[in-house]
Structure formats: structure tokens, C-alpha cells
């Protein structure tokens, strides 16, 4: 989750929230959380489990990018 503030922290067009899932079932249902940490973008894509910070950069800007291209965007 570190990484994700650190994202937002960097870059006003992401954001970040933690959600514990035990403490918001539906949240977690809604977006298939079976492990921790489970990481969302937009509210739909995303993966399960650590992974090392330009792993994780380089996920989030290839989901963002996917996003845009999708959006008619770039």
C-alpha cells in the first residue's frame, strides 16, 4: 500500500485508499479480493500479492495505458 501512496503522492492523477477486507466484505467481494494485499485500478483491473516497486510502476502504467487506449484517450 506504501507504494500506491507513494504513486499518488507523486502524480495528481492517481489516488489511493486501503480497504481492509475483513472489515468491508462487499468491497472485497466486489472485486474478487481472495489474498492480501490485493491491488485494484480503476475499480476493475489489478493483481494479488507483493511485488517489487518497478514491478508495480510498470503494472499501473500499462493498466492506465490500456485505459486510454480503450478510452479513445492517446
Same mark, same amino acid.
Do not use: K, N
Given at each position: 500500500?506504501?507504494?500506491?501512496?507513494?504513486?499518488?503522492?507523486?502524480?495528481?492523477?492517481?489516488?489511493?485508499?486501503?480497504?481492509?477486507?475483513?472489515?468491508? %466484505? +462487499?468491497?472485497?467481494? *466486489?472485486?474478487?479480493? =481472495? &489474498?492480501?494485499?490485493?491491488?485494484?485500478? /480503476?475499480?476493475?483491473?489489478?493483481?494479488?500479492?507483493?511485488?517489487?516497486? %518497478? +514491478?508495480?510502476?510498470? *503494472?499501473?502504467?500499462? =493498466? &492506465?495505458?490500456?485505459?486510454?487506449?480503450? /478510452?479513445?484517450?492517446?
Amino acid at each position: 500500500m506504501l507504494l500506491a501512496y507513494r504513486c499518488a503522492l507523486a502524480s495528481t492523477r492517481v489516488s489511493a485508499a486501503a480497504v481492509e477486507a475483513s472489515e468491508f %466484505p +462487499v468491497d472485497a467481494d *466486489r472485486h474478487g479480493v =481472495l &489474498a492480501v494485499p490485493t491491488i485494484v485500478v /480503476d475499480d476493475q483491473s489489478g493483481w494479488a500479492g507483493s511485488v517489487p516497486e %518497478p +514491478v508495480f510502476v510498470s *503494472r499501473v502504467v500499462q =493498466l &492506465a495505458e490500456a485505459r486510454l487506449a480503450d /478510452d479513445g484517450d492517446i
